[in-house]
């Protein structure tokens, strides 16, 4: 077990190598030069947008396809990915995913422009949209390999990604800590539920999405807060330790024996995979649910897709993980994962309450993120196959794996996500940058126009 999981280990390190992350950061930097820093200027704009009703053509609301979009993002890299990252990079880590996420909201704005600008119809009248679409109708059909490359990965990382083994491990660990339940109970009742939603397909997803995605951010953010302003005396050193860390090795807890020296690559590569991982921005996910978007504009959609960025990796990540480190479990114990979120809210807050939040968050958010990537998985492989016929045999499959998923260790399934989320950001990448004078074009055209 030890060697596969080395194996995982190495090529984790190989995938989200300097090449990977330097592709992430360079089209994040290209369109932010590009579109004079839109990201930033844009935001409130954005903001806006989400509240206000747009008709058009699509299968849901823009509200709608966003509470997807961040129910397949907020999710355990908002929590469990967190501390993991600061485990293995230590506090450094969270810087990096900062910059992945600013670099990151004008990348998914992109994202988002180009799979409303590319979406089509399938042959059940339901939109088709994302990467695999805007790099074959965008690029031209010389590429369409690089589009079913983006559409297999999407299938893989749906089963053996982000869409089942850390969310399911994630709710069964951490369920089981605070209450006491059998895991297998946890499991059993984890895979009913998510069949019951994803058998209704994407109105039935996004309906769910639309109800548990803003009750339980704002619960777990007025948790996190509170927490903060408990230890708020420590919060300018453990923002000093994590801009440090980030430019130095910094020495972190490595279990009861003593230090590790991690290095500043590490801490990089760790946070740059774990953002991407939170947020999905490059990663060629969320387009695919931004494309049935009910809009008139690709521009508009583009500027809602990007907000999710800013919920998750800006807001939800920054507080976990300054609870965290505030907390000094870094240096002190040799918690991972879930374990030591809900060990560092508990520090902050009264009566087993961080327990609770913790818990709560992970159970409603990893379900959030479950049913979301079921339905990316779905649109990947109705391209690869032309169809609609294998989509029943793909959810019977999905949910297979979801009932295995409690049964796995936390550390290689980390190391598989990671591997699954660089195979599909990389086609992803390369058709954003190949489709950047469209973004660009647009952009202006609507600006100019545009409110």
């Not at 129910?71 to 485990?87: D, E």
């Not at 900062?98 to 042959?123: C, H, P, Q």
């Not at 998750?312 to 990540?317: A, E, F, K, N, V």
Request: glycine share 10%; proline share 4%; aromatic share 12%.
């Amino acid at each position: 077990m030890n060697d596969w999981v080395d194996v995982l280990r190495q090529i984790q390190a190989f995938v989200w190598g300097p090449p990977t992350m330097l592709l992430l950061l360079a089209t994040g930097a290209y369109f932010t030069v590009r579109l004079r820093l839109l990201q930033f200027t844009r935001l409130p704009m954005a903001l806006r947008y989400i509240f206000e009703k747009e008709d058009g053509e699509g299968d849901v609301s823009a509200f709608a396809s966003l509470c997807t979009a961040l129910a397949a993002t907020i999710g355990t890299g908002s929590i469990v990915g967190v501390a993991t990252a600061l485990r293995v990079g230590g506090p450094g880590a969270l810087f990096w995913m900062w910059v992945s996420g600013l670099l990151g909201m004008v990348t998914k704005y992109a994202e988002g422009l180009l799979a409303i600008k590319y979406r089509t119809v399938d042959e059940n009248g339901q939109i088709a949209g994302g990467p695999m679409y805007y790099i074959q109708h965008g690029l031209g059909d010389r590429w369409k390999w690089l589009a079913k490359l983006f559409a297999f990965f999407g299938v893989f990382t749906a089963l053996l990604g982000c869409g089942t083994f850390p969310q399911v491990n994630a709710i069964t660990e951490s369920t089981s800590a605070a209450f006491g339940i059998p895991i297998p109970l946890i499991g059993a009742a984890v895979t009913i539920a998510v069949a019951a939603v994803i058998l209704g397909g994407l109105k039935s997803i996004s309906q769910v999405a639309e109800f548990i995605v803003p009750f339980m951010a704002i619960f777990y953010v007025i948790g996190s807060v509170i927490a903060l302003v408990v230890t708020a005396d420590a919060i300018p050193a453990s923002l000093a330790l994590i801009v440090e860390s980030a430019f130095s090795p910094s020495a972190v807890a490595g279990g009861a024996g003593g230090t590790v020296m991690i290095s500043v690559m590490t801490a990089m590569r760790t946070g740059i995979a774990r953002g991407v991982y939170t947020n999905e921005a490059g990663l060629g996910s969320s387009p695919i649910v931004s494309a049935a978007a009910k809009t008139k504009s690709c521009v508009r959609q583009g500027l809602i897709s990007m907000t999710s960025v800013f919920f998750t990796t800006i807001i939800i990540c920054t507080m976990t993980g300054l609870v965290i480190i505030a907390s000094g479990l870094l240096e002190t114990s040799a918690l991972d994962g879930g374990l030591l979120s809900n060990a560092a809210y508990n520090m902050h807050l009264p009566w087993n309450t961080g327990l609770y939040i913790v818990t709560a968050g992970l159970m409603f958010f990893s379900f959030t993120t479950i049913i979301g990537w079921n339905y990316y998985g779905e649109r990947c492989l109705v391209y690869l196959t032309d169809g609609v016929k294998f989509i029943m045999p793909y959810k019977i499959v999905f949910l297979a794996f979801v009932a295995v998923s409690p049964y796995l260790s936390i550390r290689p399934i980390w190391y598989l996500a990671d591997i699954t989320n660089a195979c599909m950001a990389f086609p992803n990448l390369v058709g954003l940058l190949g489709l950047s004078s469209v973004v660009i074009s647009e952009t202006k055209a609507y600006f100019g126009h545009g409110s």
